[in-house]
Every structure is written in structure tokens, then in C-alpha cells.
């Protein structure tokens, strides 16, 4: 299943799209792809209307999906501060393709039957190898989706990432095939002889030590180890050093354990959510997701040293669990807090995966949040990146 990855930085949307698609087929031998996925910086939103009909002229059978993002990543390199269309398309003989548009009120209830599940996203395979999401984040409830995929598809692999470089609510901002959407999500389900990878960096550290949160109230926690949170990050704050300070300040985050049985925790095994402040007359934690009672939870910081330090682990343990990733593509959704302004240089997290796994067909976009999943469960993440590694079933590893 080859693949190839091209970037445009034109002025133009009509000269960018014909000259990366003339890039494209050439290096796929002149062969249209049978998937196409598009990315096109928010220079072009104006004309983002435009597209499918660009795009049909260059390639008429191919299935394309896609969407608006403040900036793009295609072959390996960001787009930054300038117009650009990046794409990656692929040759799967062996893959079947089957891609939705589903407005919010288009999606059945969480515990409905499977079959309807199905109906809704035109599937016929029993469990889909993976499932490429990209949502509107003005009109979509992505977390509500993702708590349902993972339910009726458990196996599946789930990844994506919301539009970005959006004015207001409205504006077009998916791509499928023959049509642009205002709103909703776009859903492409690929079965058959494809396995999809992820590799989610949540770029954040733990401080201090675990803690339960005994007392919580939907996305309030009342207690943390019997005292008020308040009294917690105060006694914290006075420990740690002069810069764990600043981040303290900054960048202060919430990690939820994901196995809370464990003896020992280390970074990487919580979700990480974002600490929206604190209550001032209880000195409760209000954090940006319900927190369960008697969750096992520790504080993280974030700076580009420490997410750096994760991509480069997750990436190192990739590597050495795959040998060979012939013919393989790569998706990357980061946040758009990543990237030059946060790292202080372009490429940072693209180059990171060249350098560790190999130079592989690379496209995607800076997202207003990032679907990956973290042990086992899909989620809405931010401040992430996340990389879907697209390859054959059939794969050689190191024992």
C-alpha cells in the first residue's frame, strides 16, 4: 500500500491544488490513490468552497475527506504563517473505504442497538480497523462520539481532530468527496488489509505524589487525600524548585490515573486534563472533565523540555517494537499550542519522528483538540499530538 505525501505554499488554492496533485500522482506512479486526505491552512478559507471541484478535476474515483486547520503538515514540513494545502494520498486494493458526513442529531443514542450504529456510518465490516474523525468544534459533541465508538467498536482504532482557523461559527471547514460542511463530522471507517498505530504525547510531567480525590462533584474535586485542594497546591508550590514555579503557574495540569489499582505511577500513565482554577470561597479544584470519587490523580506541568522528552520516549518505544514500516503513512493532529511558537523552532515534532522512526509519507494539521486514545479508551485531548501510523497487517517486529 504505497503512500505519498505533498505540501503546497501558494497564494492560489487553484495553483496549489494543481500542482500537488501533479506531485502526488507522480510519486505513486501515476496512479490516482484511493484515498486522499486534504488539509488546507485557513489562508484559503475563503475558497474552501471551492475545493471538491478542484480536487475532482485532478482525481475523479478517489475517496476524499478533509478539513480547514489554522495551519498544515504535509510531507514532514509545517506550514506556519503561510497559505497552504497539504495531502497525503494512498493505493489500498486490499482496504474498503467507507466514509459519513453525520450532523449531531444524525447520531444514534449511546446504548442503541449496533445495527443502527452501522446504518448511521454506512459500515458493513464487523469491526472497522480504524476510524479517521474530523469534527466541527463549534456544532459537534466529539467527546459524546468517542464514548460511543468506543462502546459499539471497541476494537477499533479511532483517531482525528478538530477544525481549526474558523472566524465563527458557520463557516465551512470538512471535506467529503463532493461537498464542504458548515457543521458536524466526518467519519471514514477503513477494513481489510490495514493496521492503524497511534502514538498520543500528552507532553506533560508529573510533580508532587498521587493523590485520591475523595470528594468530588462532576468536574469539581472537594478533597484531595482528606485536605482542600487549595491547601494542597499551596503546600506544593513551597516545595518544588524556582522553576517548576513558573510552570506551576502557567502550565499546571490535572493527570487522571488510568489504572488506578497500580502500585506506582509514572508519566504516561495519566490522562491529562487541563485545571481550569480554583473555587474561591471552598478552595475547591475545577478541572475540564468529571472526576470520579476516589480517582487516583497527580498534578503535571508542561513545557516544550518536557514534551520533548515524552514525543522522543513514546517515538524510541515505537520504534523498537517495529522494524520495518515499508510503504506506510503517517497522519499527525497536533494542538495548535504546539508547534514553532511553543518548541521555538519549525518542524520540531515532525522532525522528532524522521529522526527516531524514519521518513515516512507525513501529513495533518494544527487542531483545536486531538482524538487518540490513552490505555485502551478514545479521547478529546489537548495541548497533544498524535500520530496514526498507517501500514499493512502484515508486519515484521523485534523481539
Known amino acids: 500500500m504505497p503512500w505519498a505525501s505533498v505540501s503546497i505554499t501558494e497564494q492560489s488554492l487553484t495553483q496549489s491544488v494543481a500542482q500537488a496533485a501533479d506531485q502526488l500522482l507522480d510519486a505513486l506512479g501515476g496512479r490516482e490513490p484511493d484515498l486522499l486526505i486534504v488539509f488546507v491552512s485557513s489562508h484559503h478559507r475563503n475558497h474552501f468552497g471551492a475545493l471538491p471541484g478542484l ?4 482525481f475523479e474515483h478517489t475517496q476524499i475527506v478533509g478539513s480547514l486547520g489554522v495551519s498544515v503538515i504535509g510531507a514532514g514540513h509545517e506550514s506556519g504563517d503561510s497559505p497552504a494545502i497539504a495531502m497525503i494520498g494512498a493505493l489500498l486494493p486490499a482496504v474498503e473505504l467507507q466514509a ?3 450532523e449531531q442529531n444524525e447520531i444514534p443514542p449511546l446504548y442503541a442497538e449496533r445495527t443502527q450504529w452501522d446504518e448511521a456510518l454506512h459500515l458493513t465490516a464487523q469491526q472497522p480497523a480504524g476510524q479517521l474523525l474530523l469534527t466541527d468544534p463549534f456544532t459537534f459533541n466529539t467527546d459524546a462520539l468517542l464514548k460511543a465508538l468506543d462502546r459499539q ?3 477499533t482504532v479511532k483517531l482525528g481532530g478538530l477544525a481549526s482557523g474558523l472566524e ?6 470538512l471535506l467529503l468527496n463532493e461537498q464542504v460542511y458548515h457543521s458536524g463530522a466526518v467519519c471514514l471507517s477503513l477494513s481489510g488489509d490495514i493496521e492503524i498505530d497511534t502514538i498520543v504525547a500528552q507532553g506533560c510531567r508529573p510533580i508532587g505524589e498521587p493523590m ?3 470528594v468530588t462533584h462532576d468536574n469539581l474535586i472537594l478533597q484531595l487525600d482528606g485536605k482542600i485542594p487549595r491547601e494542597i497546591l499551596t503546600s506544593l508550590y513551597e516545595k518544588i524548585d524556582r522553576a ?3 510552570l506551576f503557574t502557567e502550565a499546571l495540569f490535572l493527570g487522571i490515573a488510568m489504572r488506578p489499582q497500580q502500585l506506582h505511577y509514572a508519566q504516561g500513565d495519566y490522562l491529562i486534563r487541563t485545571i481550569l482554577g480554583l473555587d474561591p470561597d471552598t478552595g475547591a479544584l475545577l478541572v475540564n472533565t468529571p472526576i470520579p470519587a476516589q480517582s487516583v490523580v497527580q498534578l503535571h506541568v508542561r513545557d516544550a523540555r518536557t514534551a520533548t522528552q515524552d514525543l522522543e520516549q513514546q517515538l524510541n518505544t515505537y520504534h523498537n517494537q517495529h522494524a520495518s514500516l515499508h510503504d506506510s503513512g503517517v497522519l499527525l493532529f497536533s494542538c495548535v499550542g504546539r508547534g514553532a511558537e511553543f518548541y521555538g523552532e519549525a518542524n520540531h515534532d515532525s522532525n522528532a519522528f524522521k529522526r527516531l522512526i524514519g521518513e515516512l509519507p507525513t501529513a495533518g494539521f494544527f487542531c483545536n483538540g486531538e482524538i487518540g486514545a490513552v490505555h485502551g479508551s478514545t479521547y478529546l485531548h489537548g495541548y497533544t499530538s498524535v500520530f496514526g501510523i498507517f501500514r499493512s497487517k502484515i508486519k515484521t517486529t523485534i523481539n
Not at 480536487?55 to 485532478?58: D, G, I, Q, V
Not at 465563527?168 to 471547514?173: A, D, F, R, Y
Open 55 to 58: 480536487l475532482r478535476r485532478e
Open 100 to 102: 459519513v458526513h453525520l
Open 153 to 155: 467498536y471497541p476494537e
Open 168 to 173: 465563527e461559527p458557520g463557516m465551512p471547514s
Open 212 to 214: 485520591f480525590a475523595n
Open 244 to 246: 517548576d514555579r513558573k
